[in-house]
């Protein structure tokens, strides 16, 4: 009986030390500019994927950025473009990197005439 309630506890400490590796790991910062834009308009959305390091801030290459149903890859300085035309609404934006947690940024499209 002792052996089970320790093997057990055992069981539980494992786990909880497997969750804790998992959020060791690093996660991606994805910024997007414009993080406003105009419904309807062509817009170019730039896309920058950074990951914090000690103190600095490291840029992500070859991370996927998908948004409003678009895919790009991140180049060597970290950034992504994607030109889109969306209808009035939010979007979500997210990259993501197998060695790393993924990255959300948000936009907001707004109707004609609002935005700025």
């Known amino acids: 009986m ?6 057990a506890l055992a069981g539980a400490t494992a786990q909880a030390d497997g ?3 998992a959020d060791a790991r690093g996660r991606i910062h994805l910024s997007v500019r414009p993080a406003t834009a105009e419904a309807n308009a062509v817009t170019y959305f ?4 950074t990951r914090s390091v000690g103190d600095t801030l490291r840029r992500v290459r070859a991370a996927t950025v998908s948004f409003a149903g678009a895919r790009a890859h991140t180049d060597g300085r970290g950034r992504a473009v994607i ?3 969306l209808r009035t609404g939010h979007y979500r934006a997210r990259a993501c990197k197998t060695s790393l947690a993924c990255g959300i940024a948000r936009v907001a499209v707004l109707p004609h ?3 700025r």
């Open 2 to 7: 002792c052996a089970l309630a320790v093997c």
């Open 83 to 85: 030109v889109r035309r």
């Open 113 to 115: 005439g609002a935005a």
């Open 19 to 21: 969750g804790a590796a």
């Open 46 to 49: 730039r896309f920058v994927a």
